[in-house]
């Protein structure tokens, strides 16, 4: 549904939809296109809002979520950011389990949105700022026993289909409609692996010769075979060396980008600076890549990628002195 023109009942109705820009600054040099949807101007700033909705959609469809139920979630941020959202419109109450190496502001902004926020230490060689798979694991235990003890209905993003449907259903098919189907290559940084599979599900389905690529940090390219020598990378929002993604499917993966924390920042800047896009560290890797990619193997062509999240939601890091 467009935005505009029409009254919405809820700021639920106003996720998705984005724009997609042609980032031609960037690409003054290069040859090809960069097209970039603006997934930072969901009510919650960031795409996780519409895996919030149709998770949260699909378990009231099914009956695994009762009215005045309890939701829990593991979250970097932005996934619960999006379920505060929803849960608030719905009436859920919601517990957002949170590594504390996540920047503060993200807390901050879900207890806004009236979520109980439950912040886990990291493991004692950690680093704020660098949310490790261990670190994740941590998290992951604390959520499943909130879930026993409050029985809550837990919105799984990393297990639930929903977080696939979302952009096979919505994200992938605005890229194809608004790029009038002249995208050639999709490229996204894997945190669950939701929007990287469902956008190239869709985007198959349309057209079987666009080549996908998977992104990751550099020193932590597990989906890529490698080994893990940089686990704390900073590129918040993936890069979890998990390699168990249930909707990661081989025919969907054309192949493989490492991006550095220095890249992903400096294209952060770039986009900030030349495009007037303020945006987090995962969307400057996918800048990165999509770089990567038109000067090597998809040179020429229109590749399309996500703005994933808010340069606001960084205001704590360096990613802005
Ligand atoms: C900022 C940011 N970038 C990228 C991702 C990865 O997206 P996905 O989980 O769909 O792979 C996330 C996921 O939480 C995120 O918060």
Redesign the pocket.
């Known amino acids: 549904m467009s935005r505009e023109n029409f009254l919405i009942p809820s700021a639920i109705e106003a996720i998705g939809s984005t724009p997609l820009v042609e980032l031609s600054r960037i690409t003054k040099n290069l040859d090809g296109k960069i097209l970039a949807k603006l997934d930072y101007l969901n009510p919650g700033f ?3 809002d519409r895996i919030a909705r149709q998770i949260i959609e699909d378990a009231e469809e099914n009956g695994e979520l009762n009215p005045g139920q309890t939701v829990v979630e593991l979250t ?4 619960g950011t999006g379920l505060a959202i929803v849960c608030a419109v719905k009436g859920y109450p919601f517990v957002a389990v949170m590594s504390k190496g996540n920047s503060s502001e993200r807390a901050r902004m879900m207890r806004a949105l009236g979520a109980e926020v439950v912040l886990v230490d990291q493991l004692p060689n950690s680093v704020p700022g660098q949310v490790s798979g261990g670190d994740l694991e941590l998290v992951e235990i604390k959520a499943q026993k909130l879930v026993k003890e409050r029985k809550a209905f837990r919105a799984d ?1 990393f297990q639930l289909v929903g ?1 696939f449907r979302a952009h096979y259903l919505q994200t992938g098919p605005e890229f194809i409609k608004q790029s009038k189907g002249k995208i050639q290559g999709f490229c ?9 599979a469902g956008c190239a599900a869709a985007l198959k389905e349309h057209d079987p010769s666009i080549k996908c690529f998977i992104v990751e940090p550099k020193g932590t390219a597990v989906l890529a075979g490698k080994i893990v020598t940089n686990p704390n990378h900073r590129i ?3 890069g979890y060396s998990m390699t168990d993604l249930p909707y990661l499917k081989t025919e969907y993966v054309d192949g493989f980008i490492e991006i550095s924390d220095e890249e992903a920042i400096k294209r952060a800047r770039q986009l900030a600076q030349q495009e007037g896009i303020f945006a ?1 560290f ?1 969307s400057g890797a996918n800048i990165a890549a999509a770089i990567q990619l038109l000067k090597g193997p998809l040179k020429g062509k229109t590749i399309a990628t996500t703005i ?2 808010s340069g606001l939601k960084y205001l704590s890091t360096d990613l802005w002195e």
């Open positions: 960031s795409k996780k970097s941020g932005n996934t993003q977080n996204d940084f894997i945190g669950t692996g939701g929007t990287f918040q929002g993936g987090g995962s994933n999240d």
